[in-house]
């Protein structure tokens, strides 16, 4: 059973209008409130065997771990499941099955992906990534990119080599740091988020922000609050529109919560430090 009432979902990954296929991949669960979203790259379509790898050895890993209904065991002794462990576990499993798949075919030798996740859990979510694949939220009419990209380039801007204009124009912009599949160890980047009522998240792999700014991502959602399939379809055409010239993903999960009678303390604490 899901851990909220419904789970809306919708999900479309596209080729575009450059790409000869799609490497892209996504995958969702929504009883136990698994988004994945893997982004592959390598030569003769080893990109798209390691993205599908990825997303399949995720799901297969927290579906297994999820069914131990809130409790695993640890030397014998049964405590309470630690579900940020669970995600961290399940992509560094991915990150093991994509290597030794490379080491099985040589064709697929040194094939990656990156790879965004969300794993809602009531008024929880737990957000992960590898690589320059995103995860957005919007809440109350305002976009918050909730990932770094793991690239060169937004590297030089941390560093204060390149103004965010001048990343946005930079040709290396694309170059990862990290990716699963390329390194025996892989370091992946956690955090947990309050899921306030209304809250909309956004997973996409990287062809559709270099084609669209966050303004435009944001004037979609905020006209189709209540059609997650219409907004996807026009997130990817306007992505196409714009010339297309990557593979473009798109998922929109939006957590169905109770509206509480009364505001909780939590929604006080944001108002007040607004």
Known sequence: MSPFETLQIFGRTHPGKVRPH????IGEDPELGIVVVA??????????VASRLAVDTVLQNLRQCLADQGTERRNGVTEPRDDSLAVRRAIINAN???QQAGRINAGHAGMGTTLVMALFNHHHAILAHVGDSRIYR???DRLEQMTTDHTLIQEMV???FYSHQE???????NLVTRALGIDTTVAVDIRNEMVLPGDLYLLCSDGLNDMLDDALIKDILRNHPGDLEQAT???IDKANEYGGRDNISVVLA???????RRMPWYRRMIDFWR
């Not at 799609?22 to 991949?25: F, G, H, I, P, T």
């Not at 990343?167 to 912009?173: I, P, T, Y």
């Open 138 to 140: 919007f809440r109350e």
């Open 167 to 173: 990343a946005l124009a930079s040709v290396n912009r």
């Open 39 to 48: 982004d592959g790259m390598g030569g003769h379509l080893a990109g798209e």
């Open 22 to 25: 799609n490497e892209d991949c």
């Open 233 to 235: 379809h026009l997130l």
């Open 254 to 260: 939006r957590p169905a919560l109770p509206l509480p």
């Open 96 to 98: 093991t099955a994509i």
């Open 158 to 160: 941390d560093r204060g």
